[in-house]
């Protein structure tokens, strides 16, 4: 009984995403039984996965349980954006059958665990349990989940490679403590060429030494530039590169060790590059103005949306915009479906000069105007990052709340 107090100690707010009726009625007394004293919203439709996005902050241990039963691949969806809230959101996912291949695609997803109907209390007792257990960490670091940017190009020379340099080191010297740039793009990566630095290691060596990654090991492997870390592609490319799909082992160690982590994609296409969208808070989808860049932007938003990564993450980011050629912000937006998130005008002088130093952009350019606006809308303003971080999710489960009635 002490144990089932100590949970509900912790687990303090819930909610319950169901259009099952029946489901509900299943599981509410347990959860009357096993949270006593926790507050629990139920939610009688699914939400807008966009409106949850809206709704991010920092806040205390959070559980949801989400029927993924009554409408599959819109209950993976919504799965998938309350990942991305961070480590102190847990969703159980609630399913109808012992179905293997789908509860692989749960947890996959990033469910914490699941419950399978019909529902018993040993098999909620086990599930938070399992939760309670990784609650310390998150609730005594007292700091926001690693904020992950996928900067990934509509197509090749949009100039994604110079924006996701740039964003890392404007975003350091706009207070960031931890910076991580790193080069995943394992064919074409150029950020050893735009940054003049070399080193023995690549994130190749990181991922194959993954199992004893430790921080004297982790340090030798990347480069240190002006106060941010680089991690770079393979130098030279094999006969034989290694089949890359998961980028998992290198995130999960630099969560533990960066504030912000900027990846630097060579496209959207393949696993590799979709498991990079997938564990990102934000996807920059970078293209210019140009007619054969937007049309591979089309297809690139096409295979995201096909591939379960959600148009509420990504953010269309126009580089080398010029408003006398090409097309206007309005009609890209009308065009694709989508905002334009912001764009970056073209500053040839500017870009060039820095590249060939070897430096980032000076902020007082016009690029640099631009990218530092991009800097604060992704992430937060100086003196303004103490409140945010005092933020919580009351505004995601106020929004559920009004969703039920």
């Known amino acids: 009984m ?37 507050s629990i919203n139920f939610v009688n439709s699914y939400p807008s996965p966009r409106d949850v996005g809206s709704a991010l902050g920092g806040g205390s241990l959070q559980l949801v349980f989400l029927d993924v039963a009554s409408d599959p691949e819109r209950g993976l969806q919504l799965l998938s954006e309350m990942v991305r809230l961070g480590s102190h959101v847990h969703v159980l996912a609630l399913l109808s059958g012992n179905d293997p291949d789908f509860i692989l695609r749960c947890l996959r997803a990033g469910a914490a665990e699941f419950l399978l109907e019909p529902f018993t209390g040993e098999q909620l007792d086990a599930a938070l349990t399992k939760i309670a257990r990784l609650q310390p960490a998150a609730e005594t670091s007292g700091t926001e989940p690693t904020k992950i940017i996928a900067v990934m190009p509509a197509k090749g020379a949009c100039g994604a490679t110079t924006i996701a340099c740039n964003l890392a080191f404007y975003w350091k010297r706009m207070g960031a403590q931890r910076v991580l740039l790193a080069d995943l793009d394992p064919l074409t990566g150029t950020l050893s060429f735009l940054l003049k630095i070399k080193s023995v290691y690549s994130f190749l060596d990181t991922l194959q030494r993954a199992h004893e990654l430790d921080s004297d090991l982790w340090r030798a492997m990347v480069t240190t530039v002006n106060g941010v870390d680089i991690l770079l592609a393979p130098e030279l490319i094999t006969e034989n590169p290694p089949e890359l799909n998961d980028p998992s082992p290198i995130l999960e160690y630099a969560k533990s060790a960066y504030d912000v982590i900027i990846l630097d994609a060579g496209n959207v296409y393949g696993d590799w590059n979709l498991n990079q969208a997938r564990a990102a808070q934000e996807v920059l989808l970078v293209t210019t103005n140009e007619l054969p860049a937007l049309q591979a932007a089309q297809r690139a938003l096409s295979y995201l949306d096909a591939n379960r990564v959600g148009r509420w993450k990504i953010r269309l980011l126009v580089n080398r915009y010029q408003r006398d050629i090409g097309l206007s912000r309005e009609v890209i937006g009308t065009a694709l479906h989508t905002e334009v998130f912001d764009s970056i005008p073209s500053d040839y002088e500017s870009v060039q000069k820095a590249l060939m130093e070897g430096k980032p952009v000076p902020s007082n350019t016009p690029f640099g105007k631009s990218l530092t606006q991009v800097v604060e809308r992704l992430g937060v303003r100086p003196g303004s990052e103490s409140s945010k971080k005092s933020s919580s999710l009351g505004g995601l489960f106020g929004l559920f709340s009004k969703t039920s009635k």
């Open 2 to 38: 002490q144990n089932r107090d100590s949970r509900a100690d912790v687990l303090k707010r819930g909610v319950v995403i169901s259009p099952n009726s029946r489901m509900v009625r299943e599981l509410a007394p347990l959860l009357e039984s096993h949270l006593a004293g926790s």
